[in-house]
T-cell receptor
Framework: GDSVTQMEGPVTLSEEAFLTINCTYT??????LFWYVQYPGEGLQLLLK?????DKGSNKGFEATYRKETTSFHLEKGSVQVSDSAVYFC???????????FGGGTRVLVKP | GAVVSQHPSWVICKSGTSVKIECRSL??????MFWYRQFPKQSLMLMAT?????????EQGVEKDKFLINHASLTLSTLTVTSAHPEDSSFYIC??????????FGQGTRLTVV
């Protein structure tokens, strides 16, 4: 079935460090891929998305490229800030109107 | 971006009582909404898919008589936790689907059953 696997946290970084969160998905169908961010005490917010192979989603300095050959959608940011501390979820949706499948979430803590 | 409002943001109730959580899409119509449950430091678990004008579709292992879902209009879905018990304490999140694949999430409801 559909599944999403992402690296376990917590990931602790210093401000201005480089962040990578790995995410891989099962290659059933041609899914759209997403990264969501959840700040403490809040619901999820869409961070970025990609709908087909080789697409690059970007937002707020974060980027992720849809890699069909490695079934990956790794999230990166070149210089993190304390305000980036949150839980990040990788997700996929298989087809129109279908439900999202989430990875387990990765908690990121950025220290000043 | 689109706005989904979830109410209340937190609620404390006594064991045995029922609690209703509302999910509203404020600036778009959503024929499909989803209800999730999130345990501390864990991912979201899909509970059910709420379809406007028809019965909700529940995921395996989710008791439909305990978690009643009503999607009476294109902008409102409700989740009622009936006869709540402490083990039902959790963070409940809804999302509304705009178009085919754009999902927007509510801010979540923290339910504590005492």
């Amino acid at each position: 079935g559909d599944s999403v696997t992402q690296m376990e946290g917590p990931v602790t970084l210093s401000e201005e460090a480089f962040l990578t969160i790995n995410c891989t998905y099962t290659a059933t169908g041609y899914p759209s891929l997403f990264w969501y961010v959840q700040y403490p005490g809040e619901g999820l917010q869409l961070l970025l998305k990609a709908t087909k192979a080789d697409d690059k989603g970007s937002n707020k300095g974060f980027e992720a490229t849809y890699r069909k050959e490695t079934t990956s959608f790794h999230l990166e940011k070149g210089s993190v800030q304390v305000s980036d501390s949150a839980v990040y979820f990788c997700a996929r949706v298989k087809a129109a109107g279908n439900k999202l499948t989430f990875g387990g979430g990765t908690r990121v803590l950025v220290k000043p | 971006g689109a706005v989904v409002s979830q109410h209340p943001s937190w609620v404390i109730c006594k064991s045995g009582t029922s609690v209703k959580i509302e999910c509203r899409s404020l600036d778009f119509q959503a024929t499909t909404m989803f209800w999730y449950r999130q345990f501390p430091k864990q991912s979201l678990m899909l509970m059910a898919t709420s379809n406007e004008g028809s019965k909700a579709t529940y995921e395996q292992g989710v008791e439909k008589d305990k978690f009643l879902i009503n999607h009476a209009s294109l902008t409102l879905s409700t989740l009622t936790v009936t006869s709540a018990h402490p083990e039902d304490s959790s963070f409940y999140i809804c999302s509304a689907l705009r178009g085919d694949t754009e999902a927007f999430f509510g801010q979540g409801t923290r339910l504590t059953v005492v």
